[in-house]
């Protein structure tokens, strides 16, 4: 299938806006990486509510593979806390519901009314985020599509399921459902029971590198592969695929920011911090590749200026980030981790709302608005990077910044501006790289996540921002972007 010495890998890579299905080649000093399918990836508003497309990204899937060729194995990961019900009969029971559907609005609160906030995090490590996996199971209680399943799939499992008809949950995406103890890796069932969550609806438990099935006979004949093709669990939490290709040294002390949709700012650790600072200032503590924990905060991303140009009915971001970067710096601010900046629908007029709320010049133009954007996010990236270093006692002396925030060298310079250490960009395929990796690795490429770091460093291209400007205009900023709402108690 490759040439001597190395093997090729196919990892499907689903985002909240697309989907893509590429291939890596992989040998000791190989590391390439092609696109070879990209498909849009479509949320639908129904009466009900806001759905996923699953089938729609599952033909993508199949046309990506069929597009792959040959391949030693594959891989997926997707975003995470979403899922598919399965009944008995293994059909699907619906369309899975989109995390940012109204469904869970009033739920925590009922969960706490139960499980107090404070004990919730100790038990899990999770940030509050009303869509978790946890608030999504509770809202659906009641509901005849939850009581006619038998078992519940995370998006990429599903996926999976659907390829090879064995069923499995992988960890690093089962510990973002707010269900599991970071500590010991498995499902925290007290906490399950006293909310009335059914675990056994769940498959049991993977972990990244263990075989995950292969493609049945007929997804082979559809996909045009020669048989047979393994499926590997791989991080199929795209930001522990992310995250295990942050292309570090072995001695850096770095902080790392996966940018796309959203932004997710933290550290990786050996262990959670689970301590009521973590909790107030909102950090998760999720699972990663080879043991590892991503303490990190969800920050709102480029879902800002994305929303901003589906309303300007705009494609293209390179004349914005031209005419935003002629604008004032740190004019126009807000707090990019906000609550209301999370559903679709008129960003810039929310955006142009919440600089009047906190008392600042108001954005009116497209150039006004996205420089806006990347100045808020900045120093949600910022104020992130700062607080993880403190809560965990872990300094960091560089950010390696990856995903698709990567390639605009605006926000790079701003973060590496507003944290005031240098920012590593790239690679901007973080996920898919780290996805191939973890493959190459079950499939025989000797190392540990350091050597695969080194292989990334060593093959792909990067660029580094040195900070500049004045560090006390960001001190200024940042105040004005604090956010003054507490969590729950």
């Known amino acids: 299938m490759s040439a001597a010495g190395t093997k090729t890998f196919a990892a499907v890579d689903l985002g909240a806006s697309s989907g893509r299905v590429m291939t890596g080649r992989v040998g000791p000093d190989t590391l390439r990486l092609t696109e070879v399918h990209r498909f849009p990836n479509r949320p639908v508003h129904l009466p009900e509510g806001l759905r996923w497309d699953i089938l729609g990204l599952y033909g993508g899937v199949l046309d990506g593979l069929r597009a792959?060729?040959?391949?030693?194995?594959?891989?997926?990961?997707?975003?995470?806390?979403?899922?598919?019900?399965?009944?008995?009969?293994?059909?699907?029971?619906?369309?899975?519901?989109?995390?940012?559907d109204r469904r869970t609005e009033g739920v925590p609160e009922q969960v706490w009314a139960t499980v107090p906030p404070d004990d919730l995090y100790r038990a899990t490590g999770i940030q509050y985020a009303p869509f978790n996996t946890l608030y999504q199971l509770v809202a659906a209680q009641g509901t005849p599509q939850l009581a006619s399943a038998r078992s519940l799939l995370l998006i990429p499992d599903l996926i999976a399921y659907w390829l090879t008809g064995e069923r499995g949950t992988e960890l690093t995406n089962a510990s973002t459902t707010q269900l599991i103890d970071p500590r010991t890796g498995d499902w925290n069932r007290p906490l399950a029971d006293r909310l009335g969550i059914d675990l056994a609806l769940f498959a049991p438990l993977r972990r990244p590198g263990d075989p995950a099935g292969t493609l049945l006979p007929a997804v082979q004949e559809q996909a045009g592969l020669p048989g047979p093709v393994p499926v590997t669990a791989v991080g199929s939490h795209d930001t522990a695929s992310a995250v295990a290709a942050v292309p570090a040294g072995r001695r850096e002390r770095f902080a790392y920011l996966?940018?796309?949709?959203?932004?997710?700012?933290?550290?990786e650790l050996d262990a959670p911090v689970t301590t009521g600072a973590s909790r107030a200032a909102n950090f998760t503590n999720e699972l990663g590749v080879d043991g590892t924990v991503r303490f990190l905060r969800n920050i709102m991303g480029l879902w800002l200026l994305q929303e901003c140009?589906?309303?300007?009915?705009?494609?293209?971001?390179?004349?914005?980030?031209?005419?935003?970067?002629?604008?004032?710096?740190?004019?126009?601010?807000?707090?990019?981790?906000?609550?209301?900046?999370?559903a679709p629908g008129n960003m810039p007029g929310r955006i142009a709302a919440a600089c009047r709320a906190n008392g600042g010049p108001v954005p009116h133009s497209p150039g006004e608005i996205t420089r806006c954007v990347l100045d808020s996010l900045a120093l949600a990236h910022r104020r992130a990077i700062h607080e993880a270093q403190h809560l965990a006692d872990r300094e960091a002396d560089v950010v390696h910044l990856v995903g698709g925030g990567s390639r605009n060298a605006l926000l790079c310079q701003l973060t590496a501006d507003?944290?005031?250490?240098?920012?590593?960009?790239?690679?901007?395929?973080?996920?898919?790289?780290?996805?191939?990796?973890?493959?190459?690795?079950?499939?025989?490429?000797?190392?540990?996540?350091?050597?695969?770091?080194e292989l990334i460093a060593r093959t792909q291209p990067l660029?580094?921002?040195?900070?500049?400007?004045?560090?006390t205009?960001?001190?200024?900023?940042?105040?004005?972007?604090?956010?003054?709402?507490?969590?729950p108690a």
């Not at 707090?335 to 209301?340: G, L, S």
């Not at 191939?436 to 996540?449: I, K, M, N, S, T």
């Open 418 to 453: 507003a944290c005031g250490v240098p920012v590593v960009a790239g690679p901007a395929e973080a996920a898919a790289l780290g996805n191939v990796l973890v493959q190459a690795r079950a499939h025989g490429l000797p190392g540990d996540l350091a050597s695969t770091r």
């Open 309 to 342: 140009m589906r309303t300007w009915e705009l494609t293209d971001v390179t004349p914005l980030l031209a005419e935003a970067a002629r604008m004032p710096a740190l004019r126009y601010v807000v707090d990019a981790a906000a609550p209301e900046f999370l």
């Open 473 to 487: 205009a960001w001190e200024a900023a940042a105040r004005r972007t604090e956010d003054p709402r507490p969590l």
């Open 258 to 267: 996966c940018t796309g949709t959203w932004s997710l700012a933290g550290l």
């Open 68 to 100: 792959a060729g040959p391949v030693d194995s594959l891989g997926i990961d997707s975003w995470a806390v979403d899922y598919g019900l399965l009944a008995a009969d293994g059909s699907l029971l619906g369309n899975p519901v989109h995390y940012r």
């Open 463 to 471: 660029t580094r921002y040195e900070p500049s400007g004045d560090p």
